[in-house]
């Protein structure tokens, strides 16, 4: 993890006592440090329940032990046992994860728990004067001595813990959220988002709770597609897929399974070297052909949109049109055979029925929240062209506002539900005052991206013609990026009304499993991501069948 600024407690620590007559006048005194000296032998077990302490001085006395229960001190910040008789630590102090210093020079210590290596926020560490194995004082006296023991000690724990394995996470709840329309013809699809981690993002610098062989691609791949083909959704939509990744590994292993897909690099791809083209990570989105064919594969790149429709927005140039994500989008055909199954009727005569998928990966930073907001706008107006062209050109029929062809939009946004980008969405518009767009001059360069066009006039607001709803509504996951130092849905499968319900979605990750477990982030040797996959049943209702007579077709009622 980035090493954020950590100041160590004064040396020089003052005591003061407070009066009788300052307690009789109510006065209240906080201290979150605290120093026990005088040849101590053993801890009174009240120390434990002083859980707000942030630094606790217990060195220069005669300590032999430190409890398991020290654990349960886990705002501590710092930590000092030195000058004192221990002979071995409790597997428990590696779960202090706050720890940024401790200290344990001259004691008795012969070897360390490995779970020591748990400690990945631990910036000083004093282990001198103490009888370790040379193998360990080897590591701790090189350069960056610290990092490198604890990098060995966690990477070897899990060596340690074959004999008390941590267990697998239990399968996931499926929530029903409602039962099929039985009134009318409809089909079912499930469909999965899942960003799964790309290679060159899975450091120990961002995940220093996760061990090295736990990061590694060829470890991380194995769980990641036994994800994937466990949900076996109809429709897949994948972030941060590795451009190599995609054509030698999720390409070849999902059209085994009967699945055919589409991928995009991030814009940076087209200026680099062949080399290092490979790396760049994009979206990709896989269907099974035995239930779609694809009609047409779009990509969409936010800074190319940027650069033309900047109108002479600074912001637009120097904040979005820098930042290269991109969106894709399938444009899919149901397969007949598909539709006849799911309605039980012959459906000769009916329109070909047609569903956009849509998958977007919007730029990470939490400072460019206006940034995010004018990628979604972007996304969403290239879709209704997207939309629009093809119902042109396939002679679809609409009813009012309404599209002829149903949108899924999967998608990391990061971006939190209270924000802009998920009002935009599910709302069907957001003020061009948005606190999110942070008072930056966007106004004119977003009138394009308005669902009528330039020339709409909407009350200064940013509006779209989608009618969308988040299949996880109302807190229903808790969280879909789990790591240390975050913990936020950011992201989500929507779908629009009124073609197509949604029937039940795959609930979250059980939280008992993660607190039992001490999972304090993910990725983790059981969880091959930062992120949790959403999956969702959904239903597409279908127009209703042209009735016969005598072989010939009525119009039918629309």
């Known amino acids: 993890m980035p090493k954020e600024k950590y100041d160590p407690p004064d040396p020089r ?8 007559e300052e307690a009789a006048n109510g006065k209240k005194s906080y201290w979150a440090e605290l120093e026990i000296s ?68 001259n ?31 080897s590591l701790y006296q090189e350069p960056d001595g610290t990092r490198r023991l604890l990098s060995y000690l966690l990477d ?9 394995p941590t267990e697998q996470p239990p399968a996931r709840s499926w929530i029903s959220l409602q039962e099929p329309d039985r009134a009318h013809p409809a089909t079912l699809f499930s469909v999965m988002c899942y960003n799964v981690l790309c290679d060159k993002y899975a450091t120990r610098q961002l995940y220093g709770y996760c061990p090295t062989w736990a990061l590694n691609w060829e470890y991380r791949k194995k769980s990641i597609i036994q994800e994937i083909m466990g949900c076996n959704a109809d429709i897949i939509s994948l972030q941060e897929v590795e451009t190599e990744q995609y054509y030698s590994f999720f390409l070849p292993e999902l059209k085994e399974q009967g699945y055919d897909g589409f991928f995009s ?37 936010f800074n190319q949109l940027a650069m033309a429709n900047s109108e002479g927005s600074e912001a637009m140039l120097n904040r979005v049109m820098t930042k290269d994500n991109i969106g894709v989008a399938v444009l899919l055909e149901v397969r007949k055979e598909m539709l006849e199954i799911s309605s039980g009727k012959s ?12 998958n977007a990966h919007m730029h990470w930073d939490p400072e460019y929240s206006d940034v995010k907001l004018v990628q979604t706008m972007m996304f969403l107006s290239e879709v209704k062209n997207i939309v629009d062209k093809a119902t042109r050109s396939f002679k679809l029929s609409t009813s009012g506002e309404t599209s002829a062809i149903p949108l899924v939009l999967c998608a990391d946004l990061n971006s939190l539900p209270d924000s802009g980008v998920v009002e935009y969405l599910s709302t069907g518009g957001v003020d061009c005052t948005h606190k999110d767009f942070k008072e930056l001059r966007y106004s004119d360069s977003l009138t394009k991206f308005n669902c009528n066009g330039k020339s709409s006039t909407s009350n200064g607001r940013i509006t779209h013609g989608f009618k969308l709803k988040s299949a996880y509504e109302n807190g229903l996951m808790p969280y879909t990026n789990y790591t240390f130092d975050f913990k936020g849905v950011i992201d989500y499968i929507f779908y629009s009304k009124p073609h197509l319900n949604v029937l039940g979605i795959l609930g979250p990750l059980d939280p008992h499993w993660l607190v039992e477990n001490n999972v304090s982030g993910c990725p983790h040797p059981h969880i091959p991501s930062d992120h949790f996959s959403l999956y969702a049943q959904l239903e597409l209702l279908l127009p209703s069948v042209p009735s016969q007579v005598n072989g010939l077709h009525l119009p039918a009622r629309r």
């Open 265 to 301: 690099p991030k814009s940076r791809a087209r200026t680099m070297s062949e080399s290092d083209r490979k790396h760049v990570d994009g979206c990709a989105i896989f269907f099974k052909t035995e239930k779609f064919s694809a009609v047409q594969k779009h990509t969409v790149e």
């Open 107 to 137: 004691n008795q210590l012969r070897v360390l728990p490995f779970e020591l290596g748990k400690l990945f926020q631990l910036q000083t560490l004093g282990l001198k004067g103490n009888p370790l194995a040379q193998e360990i004082m």
């Open 38 to 105: 005088g040849r101590v032998r053993s801890l009174s077990t009240a120390l434990w329940s002083l859980t707000h302490l942030t630094a606790l001085h217990l060195s220069d006395n005669s300590l032999s032990r430190i409890p398991p229960d020290i654990a349960k001190l886990h705002n501590l910040v710092y930590l000092d046992l030195s000058s004192n008789k221990i002979r071995s630590l409790p597997a428990e102090l590696g779960n202090m994860v706050s720890l940024r210093e401790l200290l344990l020079n």
């Open 347 to 358: 459906l000769h005569g009916l329109d070909k029925q047609l569903l956009l998928v849509a």
């Open 13 to 20: 620590r003052m005591y003061t006592i407070m009066s009788s």
């Open 156 to 164: 070897n724990l899990a060596g340690a813990i074959k004999r008390i």
